[in-house]
């Protein structure tokens, strides 16, 4: 099993940037696609970004393409979400998911196709 930790959340103005980490460990030897999920409140949980383990394709949600990239780093464990010009509908608790796959190509942007996910850290965009 994998365990996933995130962090870098926090209060920021709009138009501000933030970084999210996710740091991965456990049985970090197989290949993982890994995924970036938000949910405000009172709405349902939603697809961000995703990164095959190859790190090279990855795939954005419309509401974030330009502004959100995802990356990662096989060697540190770790996939990251870069955000900038925040919006305030950008505030939510994000959250960072794992699945094991049969090949470095796969991405996948349903939440039920998620294994493994973190507990959440909490993005909110002031006015």
């Known amino acids: 099993q994998v365990q996933l930790v995130e962090s870098g959340g926090g209060l920021v103005q709009a138009g501000g940037s933030l970084r999210l980490s996710c740091a991965a460990s456990?049985?970090?030897?197989?290949?993982?696609?890994m995924g970036w999920f938000r949910q405000a409140p009172g709405k349902e949980r939603e697809f961000v970004a995703t990164?095959?383990?190859?790190?090279?394709?990855?795939y954005h949600a419309n509401s974030v393409k330009g502004r959100f990239t995802i990356s990662r780093d096989i060697a540190n464990n770790t996939v990251y979400l870069q955000m900038n010009s925040l919006k305030p509908e950008d505030t939510a608790v994000y959250y960072c998911?794992?699945?094991?796959?049969?090949?470095?190509?796969?991405?996948?942007?349903?939440?039920?196709?998620?294994?493994?996910w973190g507990q959440g850290t909490q993005v909110t965009v002031s006015t």
């Open positions: 990164i095959a383990w190859s790190g090279g394709i990855t």
């Open positions: 456990g049985r970090t030897f197989s290949r993982y696609a």
């Open positions: 998911a794992a699945e094991p796959v049969a090949n470095s190509r796969i991405v996948h942007t349903r939440q039920d196709d998620y294994d493994y």
